[in-house]
């Protein structure tokens, strides 16, 4: 049940699943307290925190189904010449701002507090990983500390193992669940226990309760882009469709593979409690995030790609920050944990 009044007795609870997740507890020891307030106080109640999760299923619904649907109108409006480089830039731009907001943003710093950042950066990311529509921050980053608290069992809300059937069709019906079928099936009533942080910040529920906002924002800005660009209607269509449509369906599936794909398909470099995999493939597209089974292994740590080889665009982001004095408290894991955890 999701009512955040109620949660009070069930702070020390709350306290332990950050402490288990290793949630801001070395990057904050100066102020611990502030950090695990009573959520009670600032909490959205009920109808706020419900809203977006009913969103990001009407919103994942239309990723769903949009993305074919444009892409054969691309594809019918590109035949006929109307398919130029200002589409590609669209669709690229757009594509790596809204991916950080995602893998810097949303997941290393909102989920796992693996660095803490000045509060317009901060805003920053989370502004253009609501562009994403993989819906709004709270929500995302509840799911997500769920999944790791719950890695690859029962509870894990997108386990392609859990619970699935032996032999080939269980692990297609594993990885169809595991990919966008979770996001159809029932979600955690009691997810807001995982957030206590995200939703004792007033800047952090404006932008959550803002996404349907952002979501239309995101469609529409490459849109105004591609029609300034070219002057013509159908410059601003085409940059709607790439930019926007486009950009967010490749987007989304890039992101429900690190749920799917780096569940089932890759290497185990470290022990993890669960069935995590380094994917080079999703290494890149996924901008570090691909290196899944280093994640899972070290969740607080702001790098993923822990070899000089595995490239992690979202590390040499979150690196440059600090270099520029926007990011600190930058977590990563020690030499001798790395050395523990490494398998034969
Ligand atoms: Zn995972
Ligand atoms: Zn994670």
Redesign the pocket.
Known sequence: MLNSTKAQPALSPVATILHELDIAVESDEAKPAERYEDPADHAPTNVELLRPVLAVRVFTMIAVIAPPFALVAVMVLAWGGWFNLVDVVLLGAFYVITALGVTVGY?RLF??KSFAARRPVAAFFAFCGSMSAQGPVIWWSAV?RS??QHSDKELDPHSPHAGRAKGFIGMVQGFLHAHMGWLFSDIRSDLERYVPDLLADRMIVRINNAFPYIVLFGLLLPGVIGGLYTMTWMGALLGFLWGGVVRMCVLHHVTWSINSVCHIWGSREYASGDHSRNNPIFGILAFGEGWHNN?HAF?ASARHGLKWWQIDGSWIVIRSLELLGLAKKVRLPAPERLATRRLA
């Open positions: 997941h989920t796992h997500h999944h790791h994640h969740p």
